[in-house]
């Protein structure tokens, strides 16, 4: 299995409502990560995993929770968004520590999100 | 200051033609850089990595090239399909910021029928 797969694909959500994304992988991975992509633009970091330890938060609101129940998973709770965190979010995965430099990463196919 | 740059922001060909995509980034110091390709409103596909001790990559129709020195890389194309059709993404692991891809801003390629 060389995919990283992100649930659901599409999601509305309302200013009010709690909603988590997932993203998940199979390939023994230990570094996750969160990206940001509003159109046009290139993905923006978020959050980084290390070995289920969050290493890296880059100044996000915290109306973005990380969760990271194992190596293999990763979770994004949303809760009280704003429009303006309507945009494409990515999950990616790479071997090793995010400090190893040689790996390549891997991305899953991203949530859609719209926030109304 | 790590930075990427991807020039054309776009290009349209048509079928056949061979082309080259351009990145380039500000500090030759860099552990591998990755090209992506990204179908509109879909995730990013790994298309080649090359490792900073390497000249370069292929796979199938595409070479990617690095030289570090000038702070360049090429992406070629050749014999382009209309499925094609894509974004084209540089990312840069630089030494320095290890923890983070530095993104180009991408080259909208368009293979015309």
């Known amino acids: 299995d060389t995919e990283v797969t992100q649930t659901p694909k599409h999601l509305v959500m309302g200013m009010t409502n709690k909603k988590s994304l997932k993203c998940e992988q199979h390939?023994?991975?230990?570094?996750m990560y969160w990206y940001k992509q509003k159109a046009k633009k290139p993905p923006e970091l978020m959050f980084v995993?290390?070995?289920?330890?969050?290493?890296i938060n880059e100044s996000v609101p915290s109306r973005f929770s990380p969760e990271c129940p194992n190596s293999s998973l990763l979770n994004l709770h949303l809760h009280a968004l704003q429009p303006e965190d309507s945009a494409l979010y990515l999950c990616?995965?790479?071997?090793?520590?995010?400090?190893?430099?040689?790996?390549?990463?891997?991305f899953g196919s991203g949530t859609r999100l719209t926030v109304v | 200051k790590q930075e990427v740059t991807q020039i054309p922001a776009a290009l349209s060909v048509p079928e056949g033609e061979n082309l080259v995509l351009n990145c380039s980034f500000t500090?030759?110091?860099?552990?591998?850089l990755q090209w992506f390709r990204q179908d509109p409103g879909k995730g990013l596909t790994s298309l080649l990595l090359?490792?900073?001790?390497?000249r370069e990559q292929t796979s199938g129709r595409l070479n990617a090239s690095l030289d570090k020195s000038s702070g360049r890389s090429t992406l070629y194309i050749a014999a382009s399909q209309p499925g094609d059709s894509a974004t084209y993404l540089c990312?840069?692991?630089?030494?320095?910021?290890?923890?983070?891809?530095?993104f180009g801003t991408g080259t909208r390629l368009t293979v015309i029928p």
């Open positions: 090359i490792q900073s001790s390497q």
């Open positions: 995993y290390s070995y289920e330890k969050l290493s």
């Open positions: 500090d030759s110091a860099i552990y591998n």
């Open positions: 990312a840069v692991k630089f030494v320095a910021g290890a923890n983070n891809l530095f």
């Open positions: 990616a995965s790479s071997q090793g520590s995010p400090g190893t430099g040689i790996y390549g990463y891997t």
């Open positions: 390939m023994g991975h230990r570094a």
